[in-house]
């Protein structure tokens, strides 16, 4: 019996530090290699955003939705997050002349990069995922920017099949069913 209790003290530690691995997130920018820098120009030039201007943020329960994510005015990136609550985070960056204008705000190399939030989101939540911006690692790039689809990188129109070959417009007519 004495030693069933000197024992177990021992094993409750053990478990303990057993039940902690893996569990850990990675922390803001380290949760892979950094992109690189030619597909990050690439994907980022097809949708017309400056390759130095793409930033992305860690927000404990909040999700990058990917159809949120665009240019912000000129060649600037934007992204929204959102929580399971319908809160969002929307994260922009521009260029340097517009640092200085926002409440959370960092300015990065080349650009500046300010946070908004709707829905309830607090500031500390705002402070924490401003802390958290970074330039995206290769598995963030992966969801955060479509590959390009080469149709549609070539300045040319795209080339539709059902237009007459005389130039004129598509015969659009519905034929009338028992006619």
């Known amino acids: 019996m004495i030693r069933a209790v000197r024992v177990l003290p021992t094993l409750l530690l053990a478990v303990a530090l057993l039940t902690g691995c893996g569990t850990e997130k990675a922390g803001p920018g380290d949760s892979g290699a950094p992109a690189d820098p030619a597909e990050l120009a690439s994907k980022a030039a097809a949708l017309g955003i400056a390759p130095e201007m793409v930033y992305v943020t860690d927000a404990a329960g909040f999700t990058l939705a990917q159809q949120s994510v665009g240019v912000q005015g ?38 500046v990069v300010w946070l908004e939030g709707e829905g309830g989101v ?26 390009p689809d080469p149709a ?8 539709r099949g059902d237009l007459p070959s005389d130039g004129g417009a598509p015969d659009n007519s519905v034929p009338t069913p028992g006619l």
Do not use: M, N
């Open 122 to 147: 607090s500031g500390a939540v705002l402070g924490k995922a401003l802390r958290a911006v970074h330039r995206p690692t290769a598995a963030e790039l992966d969801t955060l920017l479509p590959t």
């Open 74 to 111: 000129d060649d600037g990136f934007s992204a929204s997050y959102a929580d399971d609550s319908g809160a969002v985070i929307h994260l922009y960056t521009d260029h340097l002349r517009y640092a200085g204008q926002h409440k959370y705000e960092v300015s990065e190399k080349g650009c």
């Open 152 to 159: 549609f990188t070539d300045d040319q129109p795209v080339q």
